[in-house]
């Protein structure tokens, strides 16, 4: 399983933008699909995800802002981010997972810089 994200760049303070990531390998639906970010300094954490079922969550300082999605037909999972703060500036990365025989096999992307500035 592969991941490719990209969308990232540099936007000012209330802008929006939207990160892809396109999974090969295996149907995006098939797996758990999360959005991480990792700032200066700071420990990687979950921003959104996405299950293999749908369902969606975030962390709290993104609810409200942030979106993600998945379209099966394009095996593409999204985060769309609205109103950017300062503090969202991060490498954000997508990550896929799933579990075969009670096994997880847990996958990253590359990684794609968000930087929210003025």
């Known amino acids: 399983v592969q991941l490719q994200a990209s969308g990232g760049g540099l936007v000012q303070p209330g802008g929006s933008l939207r990160l892809s990531c396109v999974v090969s390998?295996?149907?995006?639906?098939?797996?758990?699909m999360g959005w991480y970010r990792q700032a200066p300094g700071k420990q990687r954490e979950l921003v959104a995800a996405?299950?293999?079922?749908?369902?969606?969550d975030y962390a709290e300082s993104v609810k409200g802002r942030f979106a993600v999605s998945r379209d099966n037909a394009k095996n593409t999972v999204y985060l769309q981010m609205n109103g950017l703060k300062p503090e969202d500036t991060a490498v954000y990365y997508c990550?896929?997972?799933?579990?075969?025989?009670?096994?997880?096999?847990?996958?990253w992307g590359q990684g794609t810089q968000v930087t929210v500035s003025s």
């Open positions: 990550n896929a997972r799933h579990k075969v025989l009670g096994v997880t096999y847990e996958y």
């Open positions: 390998g295996r149907i995006v639906s098939a797996n758990d």
């Open positions: 996405i299950t293999s079922g749908g369902s969606t």
